[in-house]
């Protein structure tokens, strides 16, 4: 157990109230004994290291500077979080992040009144920060919306129909761009070119040419027109144009690490009339941490590691990721199909896309945190011809609803979903879990939606989607890895709407659909320990349903229960609908569906969430030992 580092300046600062108390000059010692605990706290915990670390010295200079909790303080996605948690009221309890009972890795107003808005999805921060300040504008309180977007978030849509709609704010709309040159993986787009060239094209500026053009810019907006002229003439255009174009005052680039530049830029622009502003603000993605600067994803995303040498604590083997196993099964199959492309929104290693890539690279697109235009780009490739595979985590997917409905359902359009994250995915907690994709996508016509069981499952569903060319579907896989069961080298077309039965019993049939298939078959054998022969199918599709094997099984078995890693409104829900329209119930048949509960559940321990979820092998025993004990009146009888 690493010794935790010595923060005498740190200790005594719980919130913000105790920073401002501090001398400007003591902020740089504060920032490094900031940046010392949170990566002591991540070495025990893991979670997301990088995008925090490049934002110590803003964490700080902006809770010094302005009034936090009355200015209220937005994070984009919220990842970047932990020193801001530390410094206002959270560092007794940093070492529970991400855990069963513990802080959220994200901003979340449940946890403090210095986290106004949850975050975790990004883009979000602008639309946020300007209803707070439009909100205290209408209502005549105090208190300004300050938003801190990263430069990956501001490849979304969102963050320019917020800008679009910012002016109204005034000075009362701060928006602080945190630009690192990183996404998850390196930024992509004309608008990463675009800041590239503002941060290359000028000097940070230096204090004195930084305050002579806040005056100037702050000063002197009214002559719109006249000012426009001189700005392009001077030359003054490093990279405010496209800002300055939406409404804004554009201020930067600056040196997000430099206190001595932050702080007064931040008071100048916090004591401005004119607004609203944007700070360009250049920071380094793991800052301050030799193996987070010079790691490839500047450890975005972490597991517990040690401190000292920064060498993470994976556990090393075992059966290969599922979005990997997509990836490599994809990358083999395009190698006889050349219409098959991929396409990420800003996650080619969690999707996988970065192993197609290796093999196709020209096939491979990432269109940043853009879900909705990768969906509808997907669609003008998918009719002219060719074969995407839009590969999307299922909580992301969820941004791009209307365009997989108008875009593509609506026009049957052959476009593939690989779902990846479907279902609860343990420690970011309930922001990221994949609980609706069945619910949303099976409701639509023309759709079809599949469940891999497992990793070979997966791979076989991966071939029936590239040949499948009547219109869209997707197939979704749960985050981690797979069972270990082995990857067929041939892969088998599977047909479309059929389950397939995995064990044949008498008297109770479980109805499985993705995932949960290895507690089916563990509730299956201990069903059996107790007399009751049970049947167990994977029914593969929720879509279209194998109704023939419903029905076969309905007429054949006491007790049918379905088990889902999704919401109500998926499997449970059709299987339901279809049994009572053809009269199946009507026979005393007892029919029990088993699914996520009805709750948004927190970050904890996969195995947990799913105990919470009640999805588990002793779960579904007592759920069929329930069902017979209901008598023909649909009375429970106590239990014997
Ligand atoms: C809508 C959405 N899509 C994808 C993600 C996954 N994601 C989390 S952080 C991140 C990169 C964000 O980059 P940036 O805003 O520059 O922040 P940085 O990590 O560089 O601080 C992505 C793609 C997300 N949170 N939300
Ligand atoms: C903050 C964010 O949204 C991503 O970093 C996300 O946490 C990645 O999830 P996985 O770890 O499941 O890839
Ligand atoms: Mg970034």
Known sequence: MSERPKTPLLDTVDT???????????????????????????????????????????????????????????????????????????????????????????????????????????????????????????????????????????????????????????????????????????????????????????????????????????????????????????????????????????????DGHNLDHLIPVLENVRDSEQGPVLIHVVTKKGKGYAPAENSADKYHGVAKFDVVTGEQKKSKGGPPAYQNVFGETLAKIANDDPRICAITAAMPSGTGVDKFAQAHPDKAFDVGIAEQHGVTFAAGLAAEGMRPFAAIYSTFLQRAYDQVVHDVAIQNLPVRFAIDRAGLVGADGCTHAGSFDITYLATLPNMVVMAAADEAELAHM??????????????????????????????????????????????????????????????????????????????????PLDTDLIEKLMRSHEVVVTVEEGAIGGLGAHVLTFASDEGLTDTGLKVRTMRLPDVFQDQDDPAKQYDEAGLNAPQIVDKVLSALRHNSTGVEEARA
């Not at 979080?81 to 560092?91: A, E, F, M, S, V």
């Not at 208190?143 to 320019?160: F, K, L």
């Not at 041939?490 to 109805?511: F, N, P, Q, S």
Request: aromatic content about 6%; glycine content about 12%.
């Open 462 to 543: 991966t071939y029936t989607a590239a040949e499948y060319d009547d219109g869209p579907i997707a197939f979704r896989y749960p985050r981690g890895s797979g069972t270990g069961v082995a990857i067929p080298e041939k892969l088998e077309k599977l047909e479309i709407g059929k389950g397939r039965i995995v064990r044949e019993g008498t008297k109770v049939a479980i109805l499985s659909l993705g995932a949960r298939l290895e507690e089916a078959k563990k509730a299956a054998d201990q069903l059996e320990a107790k007399g009751l022969s049970t049947t167990v199918a994977d029914m593969r599709f929720a879509k």
């Open 16 to 254: 913000p109230a105790d920073l401002r108390k501090l001398d400007k000059s003591q902020l740089r010692q504060l920032s490094d004994e900031l940046r010392a605990e949170m990566i002591d706290a991540v070495g025990t915990t893991g979670g997301h290291l990088g995008s925090g670390l490049g934002v110590v010295e803003l964490t700080a200079a902006i809770h010094y500077v302005f009034d936090t909790p009355t200015d209220k303080l937005v994070w984009d996605v919220g990842h970047q979080c932990y020193p801001h948690k530390i410094l206002t009221g959270r560092r007794d309890r940093i070492r529970t992040l991400r855990q069963g009972g513990g802080l959220s890795g994200f901003t979340k107003r449940a946890e403090s009144e210095y986290d106004p808005f949850g975050a975790a999805h990004s883009s979000t921060s602008i639309s946020a920060a300007l209803g707070f300040a439009m909100a205290n504008k209408m209502q005549d309180r105090p208190g300004r919306g300050i938003a801190v977007i990263g430069d990956g978030a501001m490849s979304a849509g969102m963050a320019y129909e917020a800008m679009n709609n910012a002016e109204q704010a005034g000075n009362r709309l701060i928006v602080i761009l945190n630009d690192n040159d990183m996404s998850i993986a390196p930024p992509v787009g004309g608008l990463s070119a675009y800041l590239a060239r503002t941060v290359s094209s000028s000097e940070y500026l230096g204090l004195r040419s930084l305050a002579s053009r806040l005056s100037k810019k702050l000063s002197r907006k009214v002559h719109d027109g006249l000012e426009k002229a001189e700005e392009y003439a001077r030359g003054m255009v490093t990279g405010g144009t496209l800002f300055e174009e939406l409404g804004f005052y554009y201020v930067g680039p600056i």
